[in-house]
């Protein structure tokens, strides 16, 4: 565990660094080089998905064998350096301090009245139109993101490193990828990008449900409410269209006592989704720095969980 709590300190001593040679950003123009040579606008759709599922495992095979090759240049060295070179690899399969800073970013211009700048700022985590949002409509993005992003960004490519060591986490990160930039249910993408949606929808299964009971854990430590981050999640999480964004949302909402979900607009088309927790307190910016402590507690305690688990375990 040395190597999830190094590059842990890691992420938060360099943040994320916004390079072309950053490992996600190399995954991803890996990504966009496969499906300028597999899609074919006029395929059939059955085509389409099979020449999606090809991309989604070249690209698996690819990134993990990238990652096991990193991790085997490293055995000659001395055991620590290892360690350390293995936990250079997984800060950049995490986020947590982009995440944060994110966050940040949108709440301090909320608490300046720079309305307009903070929708500019949300349009870059979210998918969702961001010109009309009002105050509360830019906070619930944002907790709506760091709950989520606490998932796929964090909590799970910890998971998979804990299960399978960096390249299992490296394999982790290109699915993501893969669904972030195919998994979308237009015409481009329904049929091409639906085995990297439903791929990522596995993989997630377990880390979003552990997040969930994470935050219940971080609510109960910081002084939120735990027994009602576990009624949402419990009531509400399984109301997400996705089979595991509900859980962090659910749970993120009953502890802070707010309501998320709600009416969203992609490119103009507005749509509802279903309503996570109770109104107790209305959407304010305090609610986003809360958000960012309970992700922060949350990947904490997962790592001193993951800790104490492999010690019983002899590892």
Known sequence: MFTAIWAF??????GDPRSSL???????????????????????????????????????LISYAVGDFLIYL???????????AAGL???????????????????D?????????????VSMIVGRDTQQLDNAEVTRATVETIAENTVDGIISPLFFFVIGGVPLAVLYRAAN?????????NERYLYFGRAAARLDDVLNYIPARITGFL???????????????????????RKHPSPNGGFAEASMAGALHIRLGGVNSYFGRKTFRAYMGEAMQE?????????????????????????????????
Request: glycine share 6%; aromatic share 12%; net charge positive.
């Open 9 to 14: 300190c890691l992420d938060q001593l360099l």
């Open 74 to 84: 490293t055995y000659f060295l001395p055991h620590w350096a290892q360690d350390a």
């Open 89 to 107: 690899i997984l800060a950049f399969m995490i986020c947590p301090r982009s995440l944060a800073a994110a966050g940040k970013e949108i709440y």
């Open 22 to 60: 950053h490992p996600v950003a190399l995954m991803g123009k890996l990504i966009a080089f496969f499906e300028r040579i597999l899609y074919r606008e006029d395929d059939s759709d059955r085509s389409k998905f099979a020449c999606g599922a090809v991309l989604v495992l070249l690209v698996l």
């Open 215 to 237: 935050f219940v854990f971080a609510a109960l430590l910081i002084g939120y409410d735990a027994k009602n981050a576990m009624r949402m999640m419990r009531r509400d999480a």
């Open 283 to 315: 959407l304010a910016p305090k609610h986003i720095m809360a958000a960012i402590r309970m992700m922060y507690t949350a990947v904490l305690l997962f790592l001193v969980f993951a800790y104490a688990l492999l010690v019983c375990l002899g590892h």
């Open 177 to 185: 990828t893969m669904d972030s930039m195919l998994g979308y249910k």
């Open 109 to 121: 211009l909320l608490k300046a009245g720079k309305l307009g700048a903070a929708r500019q700022s």
